[in-house]
């Protein structure tokens, strides 16, 4: 009796240390706000030189949302790009109607032990419209809540290399939520954004609005003007926010180590030099010099700097830390001191 009774109180310690161990993704599908059930959920493992269902890759990965919008994939530790669709047609391809999305942050990264939360910010698909004329040229509207979006830009990607992070082959302002572009024929990956700081470039932030557009890849043929509707999604902190799902958290210092420094970025690069495109750029300091990053398991070289894009100005201010598997597992804040 003992005997048994000891093997079970094992089964359920191991049971429970599984369990806790377990990380992968888990999120909120909703249209407008409110939450949608039955969402498909498609997780893809990135790939060099792939983008998930833009480059039709194979979901690793699939669930459904659940009737509060909620969904859960345990995944090993790795870096995916998260897909939601909701059909209104038959067929396993999206249409006119469904719903759908990409989750804008997408690729996410998902560490040992841990869970990434992600937002999925569905929107109808509109139809896109095709004609013959002298150019090849995508012509159409941005909008929020089935109204012009002003003060937007578009930005068009002829590869996926860079996962759509970093400059544009072709940037668009929009002012008044209508575009014509120019663009050589071939293939288009395009997406939408307008920040609530303003500007072109900077990371993902709660209030902006952003999409990536539905048809994504956009093929498009010698002389052909190809209109289409870009429908935006505002970033909503409850869908994604949650208490300990929010990465490490990492405060920002002065030389002097008690001043905080606040609007800094978190970066972090593969890369010891810390050059290139970042794998990951956490939202600014708040003005505890606070914030999160979620680094993937293997570790990485962090930079907390206040601009984004191209080497170090000359006297900017800046702070580095390396991290390495051994922090990630310390609950202790990472401290970064300036230079």
């Known amino acids: 009796m003992v005997s048994k009774i000891l093997k079970a109180a094992v089964f359920i310690l191991l049971s429970s240390q599984v369990a806790f161990a377990a990380q992968g993704i888990k999120g909120r599908a909703s249209l407008e706000g409110v939450t949608v059930d039955t969402v498909e959920i498609r997780i893809y493992e990135l790939r060099a030189g792939g983008f998930g269902p833009f480059t039709g890759d194979s979901p690793v990965a699939t669930t459904r949302s659940g009737t509060d919008g909620q969904y859960s994939v345990e995944l090993k530790p790795g870096r995916y790009i998260v897909e939601g669709i909701k ?41 896109e419209n095709r004609t013959k004329g002298k150019e090849s ?24 290399d860079g996962l759509f992070r970093g400059p544009a082959d072709v940037l668009q302002p929009v002012a008044k939520g209508t575009f014509s572009v120019e663009l050589p024929p071939g293939t288009w990956y395009l997406l939408a954004r307008k920040r609530a700081r303003g500007g072109a470039y900077g990371p993902i932030e709660m209030g902006d609005k952003l999409n990536f557009y539905q048809g994504n890849p956009l093929e498009i043929a010698e002389g052909e003007t190809v209109a289409i509707e870009m429908p ?41 030099d810390r050059s290139g495109p970042p794998m990951l750029v956490s939202e600014r300091t708040n003005a505890k010099g606070e914030t999160y990053i979620l680094p993937p398991s293997s570790g990485v070289y962090l930079r907390a700097r206040k601009n984004l894009g191209g080497p170090l100005d000359e006297g900017e201010n800046y702070a580095d830390a390396d991290l390495g598997p051994e922090n990630l597992k310390d609950s202790q804040p990472l401290l970064m001191t300036a230079k």
């Open 87 to 127: 059909k209104k047609t038959v067929g396993a391809a999206k249409s006119p109607g469904d719903l759908y999305c990409v989750y804008s942050g997408s690729p996410v990264t998902v560490t040992e032990g841990r869970w990434t939360t992600t937002g999925l910010y569905m929107t109808v698909i509109p139809p």
């Open 137 to 160: 040229r995508v012509t159409g509207r941005i909008t929020y809540k089935g109204e012009p979006l002003e003060k937007a830009y578009l930005y068009a990607f002829s590869k996926v």
């Open 232 to 272: 935006m999604a505002e970033r909503l902190a409850w869908l994604e926010e949650e208490p300990g799902n929010r990465g490490i958290l990492v405060r920002v210092m002065q030389k002097d180590g008690k001043t905080p420094l606040e609007g800094y970025h978190v970066l972090a690069y593969q890369n010891a």
